[in-house]
């Protein structure tokens, strides 16, 4: 099956799905084992978010969760005023509502879209990958990412990573002082020895001319991506580094839409693009990247859903159906999260594994 082969729009899912009896949303508020984890933009003890299920009448319940995301706007109390406006409407009007979803933009329609390819492949009583395309492989290399610290503290944190399995690490930087991030990038290095894959994300903290003098410093620990090295709008500094740098450059922040990935690509701004399903609106508008940048010969990977397992499991089936696959996906960060009501997705020696049964395959607690 190729890619995006059925319709997972809103409405496509909707005229699929069974007819509706209700909606429950719910806020998450689930407290970082480490309250001190920072990157660039903010810091926050706990990872705010909201988890959705989507009723039918005939017992089937889709589900979704997505976090809040300032950095790119998108702030809890004004999600849940959009969404509790829509979602009367999906469930009175069916198979007619996908109007009504199209008004929300980034994760207040990922939410919606994500709980109804739940609750249609549940319907179906099969994966979701299934409805997104033809399956290649049942399982991803994941990322862990380090928090911004003290190079020795990073380079402790590296090496207890990599004892657990992993073999993938991202190290955040933020240019408070680039010789700073250069040392904490060599810290890590040394501690985690030549094998382990390094990747780095500096949020945007850097200038162009400022990033191209940190990548030529830093390209000797074999550095594999530098990701949004520039703000999301300084495309010209995007693209100057992907002609200059020697670490291929990422765009993240810089990719929060479809119309922003085709500026990218028509000004040959990036070597690769993170997929991040609520920033771009849903697992259909991913669909749309995707093909995108194969179209374009970039680069594509699964960037960091934080947040519930339920988020990491609908980026799963997703990643698990990408032909051009870069691996790793960074869908590991549930592990650094308590209090998580979903239970269901595993990751073994740096790997996760698609989960048995329908839907995306992971369980709510009824206790939640």
């Excluded at 199209?102 to 390819?117: C, F, H, N, V, Y």
Aim: charged share 25%.
């Amino acid at each position: 099956m190729p890619l995006g082969n059925e319709d997972v729009s809103p409405g496509g899912l909707l005229a699929e799905a069974p007819p509706l009896s209700g909606f429950r949303i719910r806020q998450l508020e689930l407290p970082k084992s480490d309250p001190t984890w920072r990157f660039a933009l903010a810091a926050n003890p706990a990872s705010p978010g909201f988890l959705l299920e989507l009723s039918a009448k005939n017992g089937d319940v889709g589900s979704a969760s997505v976090g809040e995301i300032q950095h790119l706007g998108y702030r809890l109390a004004e999600m849940k005023d959009a969404l509790e406006k829509v979602l009367p409407h999906v469930v009175s009007a069916g198979g007619n509502a996908g109007s009504h979803v199209e008004t929300l933009k980034g994760p207040s329609r990922a939410l919606i879209q994500m709980a109804l390819l739940d609750l249609v492949a549940r319907s179906r009583q099969v994966a979701a990958h299934e409805l997104l395309g033809g399956l290649e492989r049942n399982s991803v290399r994941v990322t862990r990412i380090l928090s911004l610290k003290a190079p020795e503290e990073m380079a402790r944190i590296a090496s207890s990573h990599v004892n657990e399995g992993y073999r993938d690490l991202k190290i955040k930087l933020d240019n408070k002082d680039s010789d700073l991030d250069f040392e904490r990038v060599s810290a890590i290095r040394a501690a985690v020895g030549s094998e382990v894959n390094l990747t780095v994300d500096a949020n945007q903290s850097y200038s162009a001319e400022g990033a191209l003098s940190i990548s030529k410093r830093i390209a000797q620990f074999r550095i594999e991506v530098f990701e949004q090295p520039v703000p999301q709008d300084d495309i010209e500094g995007m693209r100057y580094l992907r002609e200059r740098s020697p670490i291929p450059i990422e765009a993240d922040e810089a990719a929060n839409s479809v119309e922003r990935v085709a500026e990218l690509i028509r000004m040959k701004a990036v070597h690769g693009v993170s997929i991040k399903i609520p920033k771009l609106g849903g697992i259909d508008k991913a669909i749309q990247v995707v093909q995108m940048c194969s179209d374009a010969g970039l680069q594509v990977r699964i960037g960091a859903h934080v947040g519930s397992r339920l988020l990491s499991a609908a980026a799963l089936q997703l990643a698990v159906v990408i032909p051009d696959l870069v691996e790793p996906a960074e869908l590991a960060e549930f592990e650094r999260l308590e209090g998580d009501p979903v239970t269901g997705l595993v990751i073994e020696a740096g790997k996760i594994g698609l989960p048995a049964g329908p839907g995306y395959g992971v369980s709510v607690s009824p206790a939640f």
